[in-house]
């Protein structure tokens, strides 16, 4: 893993968190984008060299809608930075985590991305980022 490459934060109305994290870091957001599988908006914020996600479900069964409605919003995962996605998934089920999506779908921010169940690691949701090479 190179860096923690954003943290995501579950939000209820994504443009009034937009205008809240504006207000808090002085900057606009610099991309909105909806990843339909995942039923899910997202907003992207740049901080020096981090980047804060927030999303936002767009329907009640979604996995952001769902985590809001159990434990309101705040924090929902943590991504990491890495070279090869698939090497990494293998060498984390190796070390006997448990990866909720084996095979890398397409995420937000043009990455690959996978999830670690919070389950097997500390109660924290792990993401797992890689650029798609164009």
């Given at each position: ?21 504006k207000k808090l870091f002085g900057e606009s957001h610099y991309k909105i984008e909806e990843v339909v ?98």
């Amino acid at each position: 893993m190179n860096k923690i490459e954003h943290i995501g934060i579950a939000v209820k109305d994504l443009k009034n968190s937009n205008d809240l994290f504006k207000k808090l870091f002085g900057e606009s957001h610099y991309k909105i984008e909806e990843v339909v599988s995942e039923g899910v908006n997202t907003s992207f914020f740049k901080i020096g060299e981090n980047k804060i996600e927030l999303l936002e479900g767009t329907n009640p069964d979604s996995p952001i809608s769902k985590f809001i409605e159990k434990r309101g919003e705040g924090i929902h995962h943590i991504a990491f930075d890495v070279d090869d996605i698939e090497s990494e998934i293998k060498r984390l089920e190796n070390e006997g985590f448990t990866v909720l999506n084996k095979t890398p779908k397409q995420g937000a921010d043009n990455k690959l991305v996978t999830f670690l169940h919070p389950k097997s690691t500390n109660g924290v949701l792990i993401e797992l980022c890689q650029d798609i090479k164009k």
